[in-house]
């Protein structure tokens, strides 16, 4: 089975600032898909950006980006000049090759990341 | 309405109450999908939904039943619930083997 780790429960930064959120997965498939969602206080769950494995570039989304590290296992969240609006909770999620419909998402445990005026 | 919708946003339900939860998706998709998220727990996937047929049962307890009449349409009807059910539940869609998109959820209370 999948496992999804984020070793950092919380974070805060200075607005304006570059923030870097940690997230570690275990698995044996060689074809998958990474994903960063966020959560802020509204519970909606908004996807940030979106890694596919087989891919070597990394994923970038305006202020958004990953540094992927398939070897390691290693899929970072790399947010620049950081807004206000990016106070929330972030998780990482691990989804399986597509299977005919079974697609399923493993989440991390999420990191509360605070922009502070 | 746009995206993935929800209804209600908020239940407070007695254990001995029966209610359902309502998703809707507005975006073409044919896989649907119940999470669940309880305090200091990852979300938990419950069902899913792939073109009305249901191909997976996360071992959920038969106190949640969902139901899904077709691809834009899916419900979690629950009957006798327990006060540790109280938890965010979040409804999700994609196309096959795509990215899931979430709805708002619904916040519940078992008292």
């Known amino acids: 089975a999948q496992t999804v780790t984020q070793s950092q429960p919380e974070m805060s930064v200075q607005e304006a600032e570059t923030v870097t959120l940690s997230c570690t997965y275990d698995t044996s498939e060689n074809n998958y898909y990474l994903f960063w969602y966020k959560q802020p206080p509204s519970r909606q769950m908004i996807l940030v950006i979106r890694?596919?494995?087989?891919?070597?570039q990394n994923a970038t989304e305006n202020r958004f980006s990953v540094n992927f590290q398939k070897a390691a296992k290693s899929f970072s969240l790399k947010i620049s000049d950081s807004q206000l609006g990016d106070t929330a909770m972030y998780f990482c999620?691990?989804?399986?090759?597509?299977?005919?419909?079974?697609?399923?998402?493993?989440f991390g445990t999420g990191t509360r990341l605070t922009i502070i005026p | 309405e746009t995206g993935v919708t929800q209804t209600p946003r908020h239940l407070v339900m007695g254990m001995t109450n029966k209610k359902s939860l309502k998703c809707e998706q507005h975006?073409?998709?044919?896989?649907m999908y119940w999470y669940k998220q309880s305090a200091k727990k990852p979300l938990e996937l419950m069902f899913v939904y792939n073109f009305k047929e249901q191909t997976e049962n996360n071992s959920v307890p038969s106190r949640f039943s969902p139901e899904c009449p077709n691809s834009s349409h899916l419900f979690l009807h629950l009957h006798t619930l327990q006060p540790e059910d109280s938890a965010l539940y979040l409804c999700a869609s994609s196309l096959q083997g795509g990215t899931q998109y979430f709805g708002p959820g619904t916040r519940l209370l078992v008292l």
């Open positions: 999620a691990f989804m399986n090759p597509p299977n005919f419909g079974n697609e399923k998402l493993t």
């Open positions: 890694q596919e494995a087989y891919k070597q």
């Open positions: 975006l073409g998709h044919n896989a």
